[in-house]
């Protein structure tokens, strides 16, 4: 209410002014007076209706939501605001051509005492959908930003990809079995609870192979892990990881098998490397399926506009294979740790195309748990789970959930245009009528008293518009 009497009491005062100096009946005014401030009334009661509506839509979540302004209500709160300066402003000029009592009945009807209405139920009516979804945005904000993204890539690892990953084939050097290959690897990997390591574990039980006892363990997150293990009462530093992993702990690029290296290059699963003292032992191929629903996301989102594609710490063999199989419009392989970040920011840089320079608006959906820096960066960050940096949270990790929330998006900022639209035909219609259109050719004026009646039409009509979208479906299963 606080907020609705702030954006409103400037233009009111200066049209109250008009009023009192264009010569209106005396008896007028107090009907003037009382339709304007039961306009304010009606405001505010439409307002608390509409919240009460949403509540039992959204739940309590929405309350926080609710007390936020976002970018496109200041805009327009502060449209209104000027709005009163502009009336006091343009009545003098406006006077030169007509008489006053018209150019206070024109700047009557043409105060925009809707439009930040028209703005502010708009989201109202998203945010109640998206939570009705599961989903959390992190601001009003989200919704003007979700409705300019034209890009969404995602980070393969976690959100594509399920977390059920398999140990498909080992191959190892000359005079190195499979079975110590697979104890080196399950005893570095013994305390990372990433989805390759599960899979190397799982596969170590399966072979009933027990782990070696490890010290001075290092995870670096995308690239791999090192420790050493004893062996024969020798310690020995042991690196499990992607090939760049081994190069940085100065393994020789020249001392690289060449049928190992063949096997890595022609897989079409993700490869670890496994070394040890700075020789190279063999490689693991670990198949990572993609989720079944994956497919249906991709396309959902393709067909409603969006560029769709996948950044991955996986070589170029499988990555082209996931772009083959989810029709990706790009692709980016061997992107690792914090390179991820980097790789999205860059994504959304002013580039050429065609004969004009265009910038992307990026989203990046990746976990909420391994991906902070890359949906920090992203200029729409989506978060499988809950994340501080995210604009959007997916806490139940569904993917099939992003597509729902940009159709949300996309209907909501439809919203807000539609009741901007009502606001402007009712100008167009209201603005030649009171400014003499009726007089012209009936001889009938329209008093002042039925002009301040007229400004609450389109607040109806916005409300009842807002009301009709925020009781349609909206389709939670999956």
């Not at 990881?241 to 393994?251: H, I, K, P, Q, R």
Request: hydrophobic share 45%.
């Amino acid at each position: 209410m606080k907020i609705i009497i702030q954006r409103n009491i400037l233009p009111l005062l200066g049209i109250l002014f008009l009023v009192f100096v264009s010569g209106t009946d005396s008896s007028e005014v107090p009907m003037i007076v009382g339709a304007l401030i039961a306009g304010q009334i009606l405001e505010i009661i439409l307002n608390f209706v509409f919240e009460k509506q949403v509540l039992k839509i959204g739940g309590e979540k929405v309350k926080n939501l609710f007390s936020q302004t976002s970018k496109t209500e200041k805009f327009w709160w502060k449209w209104s605001f000027l709005t009163g300066w502009l009336i006091l402003g343009a009545a003098f000029a406006i006077f030169r051509f007509t008489d006053l009592k018209t150019t206070a009945a024109i700047l009557l009807v043409a105060a925009p005492f809707s439009l930040s209405l028209a703005v502010n139920l708009g989201l109202k009516v998203g945010i109640s959908h998206l939570l009705a979804l599961g989903l959390l945005p992190r601001s009003k904000d989200s919704f003007e930003k979700a409705g300019e993204v034209n890009v969404i890539t995602f980070d393969k690892r976690g959100s594509l990809s399920t977390a059920q990953t398999q140990v498909q084939k080992m191959k190892t050097i000359d005079n190195f079995s499979h079975r110590d290959l697979l104890q080196y690897a399950v005893s570095i990997e013994q305390g990372s609870q990433h989805p390759f390591a599960n899979a190397i574990r799982a596969k170590a039980d399966e072979e009933k192979i027990t782990p070696l006892k490890v010290s001075d363990v290092q995870i670096v997150a995308g690239k791999g892990v090192s420790g050493s293990i004893e062996i024969e009462g020798k310690l020995q530093k042991v690196c499990v990881g992607n090939l760049f992993w081994l190069f940085e702990n100065d393994y020789d690029s020249t001392k690289l098998p060449s049928d190992l290296q063949w096997e890595a290059d022609g897989s079409h699963d993700a490869v670890l490397w496994v070394g040890s003292d700075q020789k190279f032992l063999g490689v693991l191929s670990i198949s990572d399926p993609l989720r079944a629903e994956a497919f249906a996301t991709i396309e959902s989102l393709a067909h409603n506009g969006y560029e769709i594609g996948v950044i991955t710490g996986d070589a170029e063999n499988p990555t082209k294979k996931l772009a083959k199989e989810l029709k990706l419009k790009f692709f980016h392989f061997g992107v690792v740790g914090d390179e991820k970040a980097t790789l999205v920011k860059r994504l959304g840089l002013p580039k050429k195309k065609g004969l004009d320079m265009v910038t992307d608006r990026v989203a990046f959906v990746g976990s909420a748990d391994q991906e902070q820096k890359a949906l920090e960066a992203a200029y729409f960050g989506i978060a499988l789970g809950n994340s501080a940096e995210a604009d959007l949270e997916v806490p139940s990790q569904d993917i099939r959930q992003i597509a729902k929330a940009f159709e949300v998006f996309q209907k909501t900022n439809g919203l807000i245009f539609q009741n901007l639209l009502i606001s402007l035909l009712y100008l167009l219609v209201t603005l030649p009528l009171v400014g003499g259109a009726l007089n012209i050719r009936f001889g009938v004026s329209i008093p002042l008293s039925l002009c301040a009646c007229l400004v609450s039409i389109p607040q109806v009509l916005i409300f009842l518009n807002s009301i009709r979208a925020l009781r349609s479906k909206v389709d939670v299963s999956n």
